[in-house]
């Protein structure tokens, strides 16, 4: 099945610092999504990003599907960023389920 | 519009006892999908439900596990007999293809420990 590396697998920053997180996969997707995993364990939905680049407040996104991978951009980041960050990919097999990364922990620091 | 409810949040049994959880997903979403988290580790599939017929359960241990879901809508996953192995959160997800956008959505999950 299709592979889905995330890196770093940490990532400790300062507050007001921007960061980037990478996904690679390995096959052709016909969905990609990104997920912060909050620390009470809720998944909420980030992007819903297969192609292109988008951008939502302090957070954007770019994925380069002929090339693999995914981007997670993070600026100007707080406290509340804190937590894990998901990427999952939907293999262009036909097959819906998401296949999911081990994320990246993300703590920032006051 | 409501999100993708789980209940209950919380179990602890002990090895070898049964388990249930159950989940309603968004209201008009066919396709709802159960994954398992381990601690540490990203969601791994266990099954997925188009309407109430089963599309992929190749990743659900069916000697322990089942699942069902009565008339397309709310669904319910059981274990028994429950090992050490099963403590994660079981997190139950809904989307709706048939717009072009599989997005999907996840419940709060379900956390058990098997003591």
């Known amino acids: 099945g299709i592979q889905v590396e995330q890196s770093p697998p940490d990532l400790i920053l300062q507050e007001g610092a921007n960061s980037t997180l990478r996904c690679n996969f390995s096959?052709?997707?016909?969905?990609l999504q990104w997920f912060h995993q909050n620390p009470w364990g809720q998944l909420i939905n980030l992007f819903y990003i297969p192609s292109g680049t988008k951008q939502n407040g302090r957070l954007s996104a770019t994925t380069v599907a002929t090339e693999r991978y995914s981007l997670l951009y993070i600026s100007s980041s707080q406290t509340t960023d804190s937590g894990v960050y998901f990427c999952?990919?939907?293999?262009?097999?036909?097959?819906?389920?998401?296949?999911f990364g081990s994320g990246t922990r993300l703590q920032v620091q006051p | 519009e409501a999100g993708v409810a789980q209940s209950p949040r919380y179990k602890i049994i002990e090895k070898r006892q049964s388990v249930a959880f159950w989940c309603n997903p968004i209201s008009g979403h066919a396709t709802l999908y159960w994954y398992q988290q381990i601690l540490g580790q990203g969601p791994k599939l266990l099954i997925q439900?188009?309407?109430?017929?089963?599309?992929?359960d190749s990743q659900l241990p069916k000697d322990r596990f089942s699942a069902e879901r009565l008339k397309g809508v709310d669904s319910t996953l059981k274990i028994q007999p429950a090992k050490l192995e099963d403590s994660a959160v079981y997190l139950c997800?809904?989307?709706?293809?048939?717009?072009?956008?599989?997005?999907?959505?996840f419940g709060a999950g379900t956390r058990l420990s098997v003591l």
């Open positions: 096959d052709s997707v016909n969905n």
């Open positions: 439900f188009q309407n109430n017929g089963v599309v992929d």
């Open positions: 997800a809904s989307s709706t293809p048939g717009t072009g956008r599989n997005i999907q959505y």
């Open positions: 999952a990919v939907e293999a262009g097999t036909g097959r819906r389920a998401l296949t």
